[in-house]
C-alpha cells in the first residue's frame, strides 16, 4: 500500500462495490451454495434433500473411479507441465541465443497461445482420427496398433500431446522473457569462467532462471487441472471408461451429466481445498526458497 | 561455433513446425471436398473448394432451429471477448484504485475477499454457479454468458500491481497541485496505465473468446452460441451425416481460432509485455 492515500468516507467503497457485488453474486454464493449441498443428499428429482454429514465425502473418496480420476490427474498434470516446460525451455534457449531472425522465430512461437483449448482438441480429434487421421496413419505404420476409442493408454497420449502443444507458447514467452532479464554483466562474467555451454546452463542460467521457473509450474499445474477441460471434453468426453477423465472433468460429468448434485458438490469441496493447499505451498516456497 | 549456430536454427525450425503444421493442416483440409478428405485423410496442401467451404460455413444455415450460421457465432463469441475484457478493466482499474490509494478500515478485509476469488476457478463450482445464474433468469443471456466470468479478479491484481509501482511523488505532486482523488484517476493514473490497460484488454479478449465450459453450460438457445462452443455442436453432427462434412468442421476450427489469433499477431509487443508483467 501507498505510504500517500486519500482519506475518504464514501468514495472507496463507491469504487469497489462492483467488483465485490459480482464476487459475492458469481464466487461466494456458488461456492458457499457448493459446500452446503456437499452435505446434502438431494433426490433424484431435486424436490427435497436431507443433510447427510460427511456421506457424500465418504462416497466420493470410496470411490474407485475417483481413485482412478485422481491417479490419471497427478500423471496427466505432471506430464504435460513436464514436457511443455522442457520443449518451451529448449526454444526459449536457443531462440536467446541467436543473433539473426530472432524475432521472426518469436512471434512464430508465440501465437498458438491464441488457439482455445477446446480448438486445440478439435484439432486433435481431426488428426488422430481412425479414418482421415495423418497422426494415426503415422503411428499405425510404425507398427503401434494405435487404437484411442479403445485403449485408455492410447487415448492419454492423445490428451496429453494436445495439451502439450497448447501450452508451449505461454512457457516460452515467460522463460524468454526471465532468460533476458538476466543482466548482461552476470552473463559474460559466466562465458569466461565457464567455457562449456551445457555446464554454465546448469551452475548459472538454470538457478537465475528458477523463480520464473517456478512460476512457470504453477500455470501449468493450474493449466492441466482447469483448462485442459476443453481438449477433454472435445477428444475423449473422459473415455474409454473414465480412464482420461480428470478430477475437473469429474465434476461436470457427475453433476451435469449424471445428475449426482451431493457427490460432485463433495469432489467440487475436495478440488478447492487441494487448489488452496497449492498456493499455501506456492507462497511457502515463494517466500522461502527462491531469493536472488 | 558456426557448427552449433546451425542446430540452434534446426531445433527452433522443429519447433515452429510443431506448433504450426497442424494449423496448417486443419486449414489446408477444409478447402477440400468431404470426399476427398474421407477418401485420401486430411489434406497437406490447398485444395479448390476454399470459397465454397467458406461461404457456406458462414452464411448458410444450420442447427435444430436452421437458424445458425458462423457470422452469428462469431458475432457472439465477439461480444464475449469485448464484454468479458472491457467490463474486466472497468472494474478492476476502479477497484485497484480503492485498494491501493485509499486508506478505509474495511479495505484489507475487501482486498482478501477479492484475493479469494483467485483461488477457485470456475470450473470447481460450475454446477452452484449454474444454478445461481438460472434462478436470477441469467440463462440464455449475454449478461448471464459474461458476467459470473468476470467474477475472478485476475485484472485487478494486474493493477493493483501496477498502481503499486506507480512512484509515491507522483501522488504527492498532484496533491500539492491541489488534484483530488477523481481528477488524479482521470488525469493522471488512467493515462500511466495506458500500455497496461492495453496489454490487458488483448490477454483478456483472448480469454474471454476461447472459454468454452461455462457458454456449454449457460445456452440452450442456440442464438447464443459462441463459435468455439459451436465446434462441440458440429462434432455432434459429424456423426449422423453419411458422408462427414469434415471440410466444413476443419473450417468452422479454423474459424474459431483466427480472430484471437489475429488480435495477438498484431499487438504482440503489448501482449507479450502484459503476460510477462503480470508475473511480478
Redesign the interface.
Known amino acids: ?9 464514501t ?3 463507491l ?2 462495490a ?3 457485488a ?2 459475492f ?7 458457499a ?2 459446500v452446503y ?1 456437499s452435505f446434502m443428499l438431494e433426490d433424484p428429482f431435486g424436490l427435497a434433500s436431507q443433510f447427510v454429514g460427511f456421506d457424500n465425502f465418504i462416497d466420493v473418496v470410496s470411490n474407485e473411479h475417483y481413485a482412478r480420476s485422481a491417479l490419471f490427474t497427478a500423471l496427466f498434470s505432471g506430464l504435460v507441465a513436464f514436457l511443455s516446460m522442457a ?1 518451451a525451455l ?2 526459449a534457449v ?2 536467446d ?2 543473433l539473426h ?1 530472432q524475432s521472426a ?1 518469436k ?13 486445440a482438441g ?2 486433435g ?3 488422430f482420427d481412425r ?4 497422426l494415426n ?1 503415422l503411428f499405425n505404420a510404425t507398427g503401434w496398433p494405435f487404437n484411442p476409442q479403445l485403449d485408455v493408454f492410447d487415448a492419454s497420449v492423445t490428451v496429453i500431446l494436445v495439451s502439450v ?1 497448447k501450452q ?3 512457457n516460452f ?2 522463460f524468454l ?1 526471465g532468460l533476458q532479464s538476466i543482466p548482461r554483466a552476470v552473463r559474460e562474467a559466466a562465458l569466461i569462467d565457464c567455457r562449456n ?1 551445457f555446464r554454465r546452463f546448469w551452475t548459472v542460467t538454470l538457478p537465475l532462471l528458477a523463480p ?1 521457473g517456478f ?1 512457470v509450474l504453477v500455470i501449468n499445474i ?1 493449466y492441466a487441472f ?1 483448462e485442459t ?2 481438449v477433454i ?2 477428444m475423449t468426453r473422459g473415455a474409454p471408461g473414465g480412464g482420461t477423465a480428470t478430477l ?1 472433468y469429474k ?2 460429468q457427475d ?2 451429466l449424471g445428475a449426482d ?1 451431493g457427490g ?2 463433495a469432489q ?1 469441496v475436495i ?2 481445498i487441494l ?2 493447499g497449492l ?1 499455501i505451498v506456492q507462497f511457502r516456497v515463494l517466500e522461502k526458497r527462491i531469493h536472488y | 561455433m558456426h557448427r ?2 546451425l542446430t ?2 534446426l ?2 525450425i522443429f ?2 513446425l ?3 503444421l ?2 496448417w ?2 486449414f489446408a ?1 477444409s478447402t477440400h471436398r468431404p470426399e476427398t ?2 477418401n485420401q ?2 489434406q ?1 496442401w490447398i485444395g479448390d473448394y476454399f470459397w465454397e467451404t467458406y461461404s457456406a460455413v458462414l452464411f448458410d444455415n444450420t442447427g435444430f432451429t436452421e437458424a445458425v450460421n458462423a457470422v452469428l457465432m462469431l458475432k457472439n463469441s465477439l461480444i464475449l471477448g469485448l464484454g468479458f475484457s472491457v467490463g474486466k478493466i ?3 482499474t ?2 485497484a ?8 478500515p ?2 484489507s478485509f ?1 482486498f482478501w ?2 484475493f479469494s ?1 483467485l ?3 470456475l ?11 438460472s434462478k ?1 433468469g441469467m440463462l440464455n443471456s449475454y449478461t448471464g454468458l459474461i ?2 466470468l ?4 485476475t485484472a ?1 491484481f494486474f493493477f493493483r500491481q501496477f498502481y ?1 509501482s506507480v512512484p ?1 511523488e507522483i ?2 505532486a498532484a ?1 500539492i497541485d491541489g488534484a483530488g ?1 477523481f481528477r ?1 484517476f482521470v488525469d493522471i493514473l488512467l493515462p500511466l496505465s495506458k500500455t497496461m490497460i492495453a496489454a490487458i484488454f488483448i490477454i483478456m479478449f ?1 480469454v474471454g ?2 472459454q ?2 461455462w457458454p ?2 449457460m445456452t440452450t438457445d442456440e442464438s447464443y452460441f459462441t463459435v ?2 459451436g ?2 455442436q458440429i ?1 455432434n453432427d459429424l456423426e449422423g451425416n453419411r458422408i462427414p462434412q ?1 471440410n466444413k ?2 473450417a468452422l ?1 479454423f474459424l ?2 483466427l480472430p ?2 489475429m ?3 498484431i499487438f ?1 509487443r503489448w501482449f ?1 509485455k502484459g ?2 508483467e503480470s ?1 511480478k
Open positions: 500500500m501507498k505510504r500517500q492515500q486519500f482519506d475518504s468516507s468514495l472507496p467503497y469504487l469497489i462492483p467488483q465485490l459480482i464476487i453474486i458469481f464466487f461466494v454464493w456458488p461456492a451454495q457448493a449441498q520443449i529448449l526454444l536457443k531462440a541465443g541467436i531472425g522465430y512471434i512464430m512461437l508465440t501465437w498458438v497461445y491464441a488457439v482455445a483449448p477446446a480448438v478439435m484439432m480429434v481431426f488428426l479414418s482421415i487421421g495423418p496413419h502443444w508451449i507458447s505461454v514467452i515467460y522473457a555451454g520464473t512460476f493450474t482447469f477441460f476443453g471434453d472435445t475437473v465434476v461436470y453433476g451435469f448434485i460432485s458438490s467440487s478440488l478447492m487448489v488452496l498456493t | 552449433i549456430k540452434d536454427h531445433i527452433l519447433g515452429v510443431f506448433l504450426l497442424p494449423i493442416v486443419v483440409s478428405i474421407l485423410g486430411l497437406f472497468l472494474i478492476s476502479i477497484a484504485y480503492a485498494i491501493v490509494y485509499f486508506r478505509f474495511a479495505g475487501f475477499i477479492i476469488s483461488l477457485l476457478p470450473e470447481v463450482r460450475i454446477i452452484p454457479s449454474y444454478e445461481v445464474v436470477l458476467l459470473p468476470i467474477a475472478s479478479a485487478t503499486k509515491e501522488l504527492e496533491r482523488p488524479f483472448v473468446w476461447n468454452y465450459l456449454i453450460l468455439v462452443m465446434i462441440k462434432l469434415y468442421a476443419l476450427s474459431a481460432m484471437p489469433v488480435v495477438v499477431l504482440q507479450v503476460l510477462v508475473e
